[in-house]
């Protein structure tokens, strides 16, 4: 999947930079271990989708040269992680370009290392993964780029000062100094408005706390939040923020009025300095106006790269009915008039390619005559992976006497996240209980590739997150590309993707004060009396659900029309 070893025209540019785009992990291939869940792929399909336009865009992020972790699972579920061992050289372009920022009094050294996105289009994304595995730094400051969300609060800060500040250092030691808006995906990376804070006092001879060189910083910036609860915020206290930013930093953040409760809280930082905010579908745009009631949240619904998500069967199918669709996305909505038996066998394409992958890694084989559902995300107890075993008898009754299904879990916890291990152990337990009626399958290992066959194969997509804990989720969005209908919580990006019974199935209703039997009575209820039924006795009722999937959710919930409304009304507003 890797093809960038064409050698650079510089060793800078790859094409003019308008747009920076900041993020703490980034989706860029399944052999590059820069990404752990959704923020990482939405960044990585956000810069695809970016070349797609030919925005003058580039990427900046931290190389991760020990990955997020491999992730081992024992018979009995539990789970136990070791680094990732890759060769940035095998995949990566190393620049000579160094640059450098002050950790803890200490000057630290960086490096770039560049990846092209080259799109249908032919144009070129910049990606520049930052890197102090130096000899001119100290062994500890070494490691500061080795781990994705690892080590304490001490080392994220560490490294949040290296993607923030750091990254701004680099943009301008590669030449790129006429970048118009500064996009923070997340608070991971809000330190570089004190960066910009400190250029524009320099250009413009004014104090870094004056209105005018805070206003203009402001105008500079846009932030994306992806968070739903106030759990999921980056907090430091000062003590630690002052030992690694210095005392002149932290200074600057209390006079400017950034800091929070005198806390550097970096979603805060990052809000206080942005023009123009957002959240990630319409309901999350509607949670965070309540969260951040001060600031004005508009909402951009996320999207998924489609030539990369759509399997090798529907590109196929794609580019014999509409050959448009790699160029502009919106023209799947044609897909409504290719004919049903080509999305079946198109599916069943996909579904075999899914099943082969799953005997691969697991030794399982499954029967491709049964229904399949799929469930993978990151395992963490908001998410819910356990709730379809609920009631293992009612779902043997299922089984026997309505239809036949096998399931195929995936998702790595957080090796912090005991709860989320704790989910894991019971899908096992369900598992082993289900073995003589219902095929439970968990692959461990999720990555873009598993990712790739599992949304492309399984008949249904299962999503059941707590309201209202899904800022948007973009696993079903992959799902529909394929023709995967979905059965989920009305939440995230599925209150606006969901049709009941036209491009899948809502579990319960839209209200957050829902009780959690009243969802598991309609999960099952749904499963027994509507999906099953339909999907071995009305096999073209389903099929229209697959080719609606498409022509409603795959046209819209793309990458294109994301980075579209981003240029629209977050990068260049008043061009």
């Not at 070791?82 to 803890?104: G, M, Y």
């Not at 994705?148 to 943009?171: P, S, T």
């Not at 749904?526 to 659900?545: A, C, G, N, W």
Request: with cysteine; aromatic share 10%.
């Amino acid at each position: 999947m890797v093809d960038n070893k064409e050698p650079p025209v510089n060793n800078g540019n790859a094409m003019p930079a308008v747009v920076a785009y900041f993020s703490m992990e980034v989706g860029l291939d399944t052999s590059i271990p820069t990404y752990g869940g959704g923020l990482g792929m939405l960044a990585g399909d956000s810069l695809r989708g970016g070349a797609d336009l030919g925005i003058p865009i580039v990427g900046i992020s931290l190389l991760h040269r020990k990955g997020y972790f491999h992730q081992h699972l024992d018979a009995q579920g539990n789970q136990t992680e070791s680094p990732v061992e890759w060769d940035p050289k095998t995949c990566l372009e190393p620049l000579d370009t160094r640059a450098s920022i002050t950790i803890e009094g200490r000057q630290v050294w960086i490096r770039p290392w560049r990846f092209l996105i080259r799109s249908a289009t032919e144009n070129e994304v910049p990606v520049y993964l930052l890197d102090t595995a130096l000899p001119e730094n100290s062994p500890f400051d070494q490691t500061l780029t080795d781990y994705l969300y690892g080590g304490d609060d001490h080392y994220r800060l560490c490294q949040e000062a290296i993607l923030g500040l750091g990254g701004v250092a680099m943009l301008r030691a590669l030449g790129y100094n006429d970048v118009e808006t500064y996009h923070m995906n997340e608070g991971h990376s809000a330190l570089l408005t004190i960066a910009l804070l400190r250029e524009e006092s320099a250009r413009s001879g004014l104090p870094p706390t004056e209105r005018q060189v805070m206003e203009r910083v402001g105008d500079e910036c846009v932030f994306t939040t992806h968070t739903p609860v106030p759990a999921g915020m980056d907090r430091f206290p000062m003590q630690l923020a002052r030992q690694i930013l210095g005392e002149e930093t932290t200074a600057l953040m209390t006079e400017c009025g950034c800091l929070h409760f005198d806390t550097l809280n970096m979603i805060a930082l990052g809000l206080f300095f942005s023009r123009y905010i957002n959240g990630v579908s319409m309901r999350h745009g509607e949670i965070s106006t309540n969260m951040f009631p001060s600031y004005p949240i508009n909402s951009v619904t996320n999207g998924v790269h489609a030539a990369t998500w759509t399997s090798e069967p529907f590109r196929r199918l794609y580019d014999s009915h509409i050959p448009e669709w790699r160029y502009d996305n919106l023209y799947l909505r044609y897909s409504i008039n290719i004919p049903l038996d080509d999305i079946y066998q198109a599916h069943i394409e996909a579904k075999q390619e899914l099943l082969r992958e799953v005997e691969r890694r697991s030794g399982v084989r499954l029967n491709p005559s049964i229904m399949t559902l799929g469930f993978a995300r990151r395992m963490t107890t908001y998410k819910r992976a356990d709730m379809l075993f609920s009631d293992l008898e009612r779902l043997r009754k299922i089984a026997r006497e309505v239809g036949p299904f096998q399931i195929i879990y995936s998702g790595k916890a957080h090796p912090r996240d005991e709860g989320g291990k704790v989910l894991i152990r019971k899908i096992f337990q369900a598992a082993a209980a289900l073995k003589d009626t219902v095929t439970v399958v968990y692959l461990e290992e999720y990555d873009m590739n598993l990712a790739m066959h599992l949304c492309a194969g399984v008949d249904l997509w299962l999503n059941t997150p707590k309201q209202p804990e899904e800022a948007s989720g973009t696993s079903g969005m992959k799902a529909a590309l394929n023709g995967v209908p979905s059965l989920s919580i009305l939440d995230g990006w599925w209150v606006e993707g969901h049709i009941e019974g036209v491009t899948g199935w809502a579990i319960g209703d839209s209200k957050q004060d829902v009780s959690i039997t009243s969802e598991i009575n309609s999960l099952y209820d749904k499963l027994e009396h509507v999906i099953i039924p339909m999907f071995y006795h009305q096999q073209r009722t389903y099929s229209q659900s697959m080719r609606y999937a498409i022509a409603l959710n795959g046209s819209y919930f793309n990458a294109q029309r994301m980075m579209f409304q981003y240029l629209e009304h977050a990068y260049m507003p008043s061009h």
